[in-house]
């Protein structure tokens, strides 16, 4: 699906739990998910502490989608 | 008398006629054996009798595809063979091509057995080795002495109706063909076995060979996030409670397009997940665990990203076609495309 969509020239952020799938795929832009259960955020910490995960890890992905990548990139860090 | 009677197609050059400039040559058929028909007759032994060979230019055929199929079809047809043969096509394109299309033709049309052989890179084998046996050749006739005792042991395999076996044994290219068998060894064993092969650097084979993926260039950046649109796909199988459009907890068929238009969070009585792939019970709790639409909200609101989609896109990942995957893939893009988003956020489990 991402190669699908990318390939109208529309950037992808691919955020994913198993990044070397991620990578398999071809995707170019990838954040890693915290776990395949729950990709953007942590339940186990309860709800606040797992909406700020969240906030962060969609906040890298805006700024992913702004950067420019020459082949695949694993945004590992929120700065970069 | 032989027992097997044969049909083998040839083009135009390797019947002897001529090369490029005969190549508009028209179907005809030859009593017997011609060019490499000959140490074909001879590897498949007294049984068998290639009873004629039919001869076609790559361009005649190429041009004509459906009217040359019909004529070959009738001069085949006349010979009742047991197993029809073309090629070997090594890497000639067209002739690839005529040999699977035509393979392919005899086979449907007339129930016939065929067997071609070409070289991995040759057009026709992509195109046909789903449909019709093809022998892995090499990529020119300097290959023919290693191609030709294959195809014979094939052929006689074909014409006495003895089981065929899978592709790495009997030397053709892999047709995507699963058959079910018992192995000798269960799973683990030969897993661990692999593993310590591989971890001693020596060659293996997988039970099960990953699909090759190809690639699409980056694409570039988003240059004024401040007026981009964003859209949010998901493979987690996130959907409207209830599932409306029925889309399949694993191997999915189908995507789905639902409005989030209005809300500030996926709300779990509005929303649930199908995936029949991972543990459900955080996201049913919690579907923003999968699309954020609670922080794309406030996101959005604090001026950081110009306009959310309207709708996610969604669908379930585990177990799906990679086939079916770029199918969904391709028909969001378009959509997204004319309704002129930015970025996309796809998330998957």
């Given at each position: 699906m991402v190669k699908g969509i990318e390939k109208y020239g529309i950037p992808v952020v691919h955020m994913a739990t198993v990044v070397p799938i991620s990578l398999t795929i071809g995707a170019n832009r990838i954040i890693p998910g915290v776990?395949?259960?729950?990709?953007?955020?942590?339940p186990t910490q309860g709800e606040a502490d797992s909406k700020k995960i969240r906030m962060r890890m969609v906040k890298r992905a805006l700024k992913a989608l702004q950067t420019p990548v020459d082949g695949q990139t694993v945004f590992e860090k929120d700065d970069f | 008398m032989a027992k097997y009677k044969i049909v083998h197609y040839l083009n135009q050059f390797f019947a002897g006629i001529g090369g490029e400039e005969m190549a508009d040559y028209q179907p005809e058929v030859r009593e017997g054996v011609v060019g490499p028909g000959a140490a074909l007759k001879a590897a498949l032994?007294?049984?068998?009798?290639?009873v004629a060979t039919v001869i076609c230019g790559d361009n005649y055929f190429g041009e004509n595809l459906d009217k040359a199929t019909d004529t070959i079809i009738e001069m085949v047809k006349k010979y009742e063979p047991d197993v029809f043969v073309a090629g070997p096509?090594?890497?000639a394109g067209r002739y690839g091509v005529a040999c699977g299309t035509i393979c392919k033709a005899v086979e449907d049309r007339l129930g016939i057995p065929v067997l071609t052989a070409a070289y991995e890179e040759n057009p026709g084998t992509d195109m046909f080795k789903k449909d019709v046996i093809i022998v892995k050749a090499g990529n020119s006739s300097a290959d023919m002495k290693n191609v030709i005792p294959v195809m014979a042991k094939l052929i006689k395999k074909m014409a006495t109706g003895e089981e065929i076996l899978g592709p790495a044994i009997e030397g053709y290219h892999e047709r995507g063909i699963r058959v079910n068998y018992f192995a000798e060894k269960r799973g683990s064993e030969r897993g661990l076995e692999m593993l310590i092969k591989k971890m001693k650097g020596e060659p293996f084979e997988t039970d099960l060979p990953m699909p090759k993926f190809d690639r699409v260039e980056p694409a570039a950046p988003i240059k004024d996030i401040k007026h981009a649109t964003i859209a949010v796909v998901t493979?987690?199988?996130?959907?409207?409670q209830g599932n409306p459009d029925h889309i399949e907890s694993s191997n999915a068929t189908k995507f789905g397009e639902y409005s989030i238009a209005g809300m500030d969070h996926m709300d779990p009585k509005d929303f649930m997940t199908v995936h029949g792939?991972?543990?459900r019970q955080f996201v049913l709790a919690n579907p923003n665990l999968v699309v954020p639409l609670d922080v794309l909200r406030e996101l959005e609101k604090a001026g950081e990203f110009g306009k959310l989609y309207d709708s996610f896109f969604t669908t379930t990942?585990?177990?799906?076609?990679t086939g079916s995957a770029a199918k969904f893939g391709d028909a969001i893009g378009k959509k997204l495309v004319e309704d002129h988003v930015d970025g996309v956020i796809l998330v998957s489990t």
């Open positions: 776990g395949i259960p729950y990709p953007l955020g942590d | 032994g007294d049984d068998y009798d290639i096509a090594f890497n493979s987690g199988g996130i959907v409207p792939g991972y543990d990942g585990t177990g799906t076609a």
